[in-house]
């Protein structure tokens, strides 16, 4: 029930993604998965676990890689949160031409991916949020440690061996953004998710975006559970396919 598919951004790259069919009956509705800073589209597993339980409630489910990230093209030492932000663009119009119009989808962001939802901005039924933070460059510039320079390349290895790259434009490019002012302008019922002992983005930097949201939202922290949302992930997919079923339904 799943099939690759592809877009393009504004810069003519081309962004893979994966479409996920309703195993149950189709409700017409359909969930955009957003990842987080140097990840892909499945989130190391998270979001294969999301599309399967959004899947199996009837939603249709589309997760692309950003540009530079897995299968998609595009230099990643080149991107920002403005890159992204246009990335994301291009996705949700893609997946109105699949025919879901824009009363008629969701998003679930993960971590950096939060972050490029709020700018954007989607005019969308429902939104769930998980690892969302307030203060992006602190949180980033932490994961490369000695290997963070704003005024030049940055590089960090990730848990996995991967070897991830930043130009200074990320950073200058964060400077742009207030995210606490930008949630103020998102009209969809939000869901916040967040890991309770979230060892990259704590809970209190959730606070002021939670605070600073539209009703009606929700917030959901879960005491153990870590920034991926192990080992409490059956309430975390519990929480998301309830809250699109609660804000879905005609």
Known sequence: MERKISTINSLGETLM?????????????AITLVHGFGIEKRERGLFDEIAKTLSNGGYTVFRFDFSGCGESEGNYEQTS??????????????????????????????????????????????????????????TISKLFGDGYNPNGIS???????????????????????????????VKSPVLFIHGGIDGIVPPSDMIPLFENANEPKKKLVLEGADHSLRPRRGEMKTAILDWFNEYTQE
């Open 17 to 29: 993604g994966l479409e996920t069919q309703p195993t149950a009956k189709p409700n017409g509705f």
């Open 81 to 138: 949160l403005s890159k992204q932000v246009q990335d994301l663009k291009a996705v949700l119009k893609f997946v109105n031409e699949r025919g879901f119009e824009n009363n008629r989808t969701g998003i679930v962001a993960q971590s950096f991916g939060t972050r490029v939802t709020i700018a954007l901005n989607p005019k969308t039924k429902a939104i769930v949020l998980m690892g969302s933070g307030t203060s992006p460059k602190e």
């Open 155 to 185: 590089k960090r290895i990730t848990s996995a061996g991967k070897t991830t790259t930043i130009g200074p434009q990320f950073w200058t490019d964060l400077d742009k953004y207030e995210l606490r002012n930008a949630i103020k302008m």
